[in-house]
């Protein structure tokens, strides 16, 4: 089925671990966005990319890199994970910024 | 001041009811304006989307729009079981989407 596909679904990591969560979408869209959603905080953008080639960072930005790797995906690294980086990790893509998002599965993730 | 402010709920209402959802915004260029629906465990679904003030109606769900007051809303109607999860409000500011913290609604039946 067409849409945004995020791997992997499930993370355990150990404080200091990195790793790298894929997203890819099959939709043409041209805006990728890595939100992260933690209970009572709603969701919060952390990196987003508005066409090929470009990225920016959004409300939460630290302690995370991105790459917008061609035009379906746009991948998330953790270089040295925390605790604090526990959270519900979505992946979406719109066709341009004002239309809306669709989401993918999400991932979370846990560090201990 | 939150950009996006929504009241977190928890809402109930008895099946075949009208759920009433709230939401107010702070940056008045704001131009876009959407409802998501989010079931516990599962990532949020675009179910409605509002650019001009005024009302937008597809089948049981309407959107109201008020810019001058900055407030947008969403209406169930005939509520169902089904519709028991939680709802997103969300702008869009500059170049991204913001989102309020959610409303939880319970349908009873």
């Known amino acids: 089925n067409a849409g945004v596909t995020q791997t992997p679904k499930f993370q355990v990591l150990k404080t200091g671990q990195s790793m790298t969560l894929q997203c890819a979408q099959d939709m043409n869209h041209n805006s990728m966005y890595w939100y992260r959603q933690d209970p009572g905080m709603g969701l919060r953008l952390i990196y987003y990319?508005?066409?090929?080639?470009?990225?920016d960072k959004g409300e939460v930005p630290n302690g995370y890199n991105v790459s917008r790797l061609n035009k379906r995906e746009f991948s998330l690294r953790l270089e040295s994970a925390a605790p604090s980086q526990t959270s519900v990790y979505f992946c979406?893509?719109?066709?341009?910024?004002?239309?809306?998002?669709?989401f993918g599965s999400g991932t979370r993730l846990t560090v201990v | 001041q939150k950009e996006v402010e929504q009241n977190s709920g928890p809402l109930s209402v008895p099946e075949g009811a009208i759920a009433s959802l709230n939401c107010t915004y702070s940056d008045r260029v704001s131009q876009s304006f959407f409802w998501y629906r989010q079931y516990s465990g599962k990532s949020p679904e675009l179910i409605m989307s509002i650019y001009s003030n005024g009302d937008k109606e597809d089948g049981r769900f309407t959107a109201q729009l008020n810019k001058a007051s900055q407030y947008v809303s969403l209406l169930i109607r005939d509520s169902q079981p089904s519709d028991s999860a939680t709802y997103l409000c969300?702008?869009?500011?500059?170049?991204?989407?913001?989102f309020g913290a959610g409303t939880r609604l319970t349908v009873k039946p």
């Open positions: 979406a893509s719109s066709e341009a910024g004002r239309y809306g998002y669709t």
């Open positions: 969300a702008v869009i500011l500059g170049n991204d989407m913001r």
């Open positions: 990319s508005a066409s090929e080639g470009t990225t």
